[in-house]
């Protein structure tokens, strides 16, 4: 009898076949203390990526792999996870929607060292734009000064289209607008895109295509890989610092933290499912979005509850301004907080519960 390969490669096995070696998520999170303060750039980081062939996938062909990725990818530094997702959406998007000479242009872009990211919320003025003209701006922009080429909305509603822009000129950058308290690293801010000269940027696709399902709001599952794999990189770390306090072995630790983790490991099956689903074209689109809802919700309430229990747990030391479990539930505390979370709620309990035989949705 033969038995089927393991989804996810035992973690002694990721240097011989894993998306994130175990020494690149070791150099990652070695670096996440300094990218923070500002002492080095979080393009280096990004640079070990680029060594080990993970921005070149957009994880269409193996969505169980990419959420893997990301998962590791967030346990060791959430911040270059937000622009690793950021850049495997870009990607996805110009191969859908991208003509064929539009998709070999960015293949070469990314050879030679360009990096995407998707950009789409508005500044104080929606980005508009038609033929060769752009104007308005976009606020929480990542990776200012890393990201050189950006997929942004244009013309919001249910026309909106995207453009991919050169996003170089430092002149059109503000991280200064960037007033939170976590997620630092990822050089956030805004970007004028008033004026843009021609040949700075190429629509892509037709207007209406990027909120076609399930490739819109049935990709969020990415996010909820991103969310539970810093869900248990701070448990991980809490419990090294406990360890080297002697204080792991008390059973209210043990209690309190492995309670939060059994939830983060449930969090990681539904979030592969909602990823391996991209790739059954027998299920309704609504159902994939059902589940990759579900999936971005539940990671971020086990977040939620892992900050908490990890702040009783480590107690006055984990808000140290160095403290590390301190840093990471900065970052995840602020990425937790996506749009829209009661919409997607409704939308999802709407096609759970709306008709009779739906509440097995992709599990039937």
Same mark, same amino acid.
């Given at each position: 009898?033969?038995?089927?390969?393991?989804?996810?490669?035992? !973690? /002694? /096995?990721?240097?011989?076949?894993?998306?994130?070696?175990?020494?690149?998520?070791?150099?990652?999170?070695?670096?996440?203390?300094?990218?923070? &303060?500002?002492?080095?750039?979080?393009?280096g980081?990004?640079?070990?990526? &680029?060594?080990?062939?993970? !921005?070149?996938?957009?994880?269409?062909?193996?969505?169980?792999?990419?959420?893997?990725?990301?998962?590791q990818?967030?346990a060791?530094?959430?911040?270059?996870g937000?622009?690793?997702?950021?850049?495997?959406?870009?990607?996805?998007?110009? &191969?859908?929607?991208?003509?064929?000479?539009?998709q070999?242009?960015?293949?070469?872009?990314?050879?030679?060292?360009?990096?995407? $990211?998707?950009?789409?919320?508005?500044?104080?003025? =929606? @980005?508009?734009?038609?033929?060769?003209?752009?104007? +308005?701006?976009?606020? *929480?922009?990542?990776?200012?000064?890393?990201?050189?080429?950006?997929?942004?909305?244009?013309?919001?509603g249910?026309?909106?289209?995207?453009?991919?822009?050169?996003?170089?000129?430092?002149? #059109?950058?503000?991280a200064?607008?960037? /007033?939170?308290?976590?997620?630092?690293?990822?050089?956030?801010?805004?970007?004028d895109?008033?004026?843009? =000269?021609? $040949?700075s *940027?190429?629509w892509?696709? /037709?207007?209406?295509?990027?909120?076609?399902?399930?490739? *819109? @709001?049935?990709?969020?599952?990415?996010?909820?890989? !991103?969310?539970?794999?810093?869900?248990?990189?701070?448990?991980? &770390?809490?419990a090294?610092?406990?360890?080297?306090?002697?204080?792991?072995?008390?059973?209210?630790?043990?209690?309190?933290?492995?309670?939060?983790?059994?939830?983060?490991?449930?969090?990681?099956?539904?979030?592969?499912?909602?990823? %391996?689903?991209?790739?059954?074209?027998h299920?309704?689109?609504?159902?994939?979005?059902?589940?990759?809802?579900?999936?971005?919700?539940?990671?971020?309430?086990v $977040?939620?509850?892992?900050?908490?229990?990890?702040e009783?747990?480590?107690?006055?030391?984990?808000?140290?301004? #160095?403290?590390?479990?301190?840093?990471?539930?900065?970052? !995840?505390? @602020?990425?937790?907080?996506?749009?829209?979370?009661?919409?997607?709620? %409704?939308?999802?309990?709407?096609?759970?519960? +709306?008709a009779? +035989?739906?509440?097995?949705?992709?599990?039937?």
């Open positions: 009898m033969t038995h089927p390969q393991p989804l996810f490669p035992p !973690l /002694a /096995a990721l240097d011989d076949g894993g998306p994130v070696p175990r020494d690149l998520s070791e150099a990652l999170a070695k670096a996440a203390a300094g990218e923070e &303060r500002g002492d080095r750039p979080i393009a980081s990004i640079d070990l990526l &680029r060594a080990a062939d993970l !921005l070149e996938d957009d994880g269409a062909s193996d969505p169980a792999r990419t959420a893997r990725a990301l998962m990818v967030g060791a530094n959430l911040a270059v937000r622009l690793y997702e950021g850049h495997i959406n870009a990607l996805h998007l110009i &191969r859908l929607y991208g003509t064929e000479a539009q070999q242009a960015v293949a070469r872009r990314i050879s030679n060292d360009a990096v995407l $990211g998707v950009w789409g919320a508005d500044g104080g003025t =929606p @980005v508009q734009g038609a033929g060769t003209q752009l104007s +308005g701006s976009k606020c *929480f922009a990542s990776g200012l000064g890393t990201v050189t080429h950006a997929l942004i909305t244009v013309n919001s249910p026309q909106v289209h995207l453009a991919l822009v050169d996003v170089t000129d430092p002149g #059109r950058a503000d200064a607008t960037w /007033a939170m308290r976590g997620m630092k690293a990822t050089a956030s801010g805004s970007y895109f008033t004026d843009m =000269p021609a $040949g *940027f190429d892509i696709g /037709a207007p209406g295509d990027y909120t076609t399902e399930p490739h *819109f @709001v049935g990709g969020v599952w990415r996010i909820a890989a !991103l969310q539970v794999g810093a869900v248990i990189g701070l448990i991980d &770390r809490a090294a610092d406990l360890r080297a306090l002697d204080r792991m072995q008390a059973e209210a630790q043990k209690a309190r933290l492995m309670s939060v983790l059994m939830r983060a490991w449930a969090g990681v099956t539904l979030t592969d499912r909602a990823a %391996q689903a991209t790739l059954d074209r299920l309704p689109a609504e159902d994939i979005v059902a589940t990759s809802i579900t999936a971005r919700l539940i990671t971020e309430e $977040g939620l509850d892992a900050i908490r229990a990890v009783q747990s480590i107690g006055l030391r984990h808000f140290e301004t #160095r403290s590390e479990t301190g840093r990471i539930a900065r970052d !995840l505390s @602020v990425y937790l907080r996506q749009a829209a979370r009661d919409a997607f709620l %409704q939308r999802a309990a709407e096609r759970a519960l +709306g009779s +035989g739906k509440a097995w949705g992709v599990f039937a």
